[in-house]
């Protein structure tokens, strides 16, 4: 089995920053598309970052500019670092990921991590 483990949630103040991370529980593994939900109280997660092996990324439109993705492969661990932060980003943040097995590929989550915006 395997988790993936999120880090770096908090309570920040409006134009402040975080940086989340995630790693899966297992080393013997390798990552495909790694990326970063969240989902506010009364909404539906939506995709706020995404990164390819390669290195592509996507953004939603509300955190470009701010918000930015990277990966450190040789750790398996991807990163969001959030700057200039908004009371609107307040959520639980998700880890997603895409582990390839020896013979497959299955998507995980992470638990979920909550950040808090105070305006």
């Known amino acids: 089995q395997v988790q993936l483990v999120e880090s770096g949630g908090g309570l920040v103040q409006a134009g402040g920053s975080l940086r989340l991370s995630c790693a899966p529980s297992?080393?013997?593994?390798?990552?495909?598309?790694m990326g970063w939900y969240r989902q506010a109280p009364g909404k539906q997660r939506e995709l706020v970052a995404s990164?390819?092996?390669?290195?592509?990324?996507r953004y939603a439109e509300s955190v470009k500019g701010r918000f930015t993705i990277s990966r450190d492969n040789a750790k398996n661990t991807v990163y969001l670092q959030m700057n200039s932060l908004k009371p609107e980003d307040t959520a639980v943040y998700y880890c997603?990921?895409?582990?390839?097995?020896?013979?497959?590929?299955?998507?995980?989550w992470g638990q979920g991590t909550q950040v808090t915006v105070s305006s």
């Open positions: 297992r080393s013997d593994i390798s990552m495909n598309t």
């Open positions: 997603n990921a895409d582990i390839r097995f020896t013979y497959s590929i299955h998507n995980y």
């Open positions: 990164i390819t092996s390669g290195g592509s990324t």
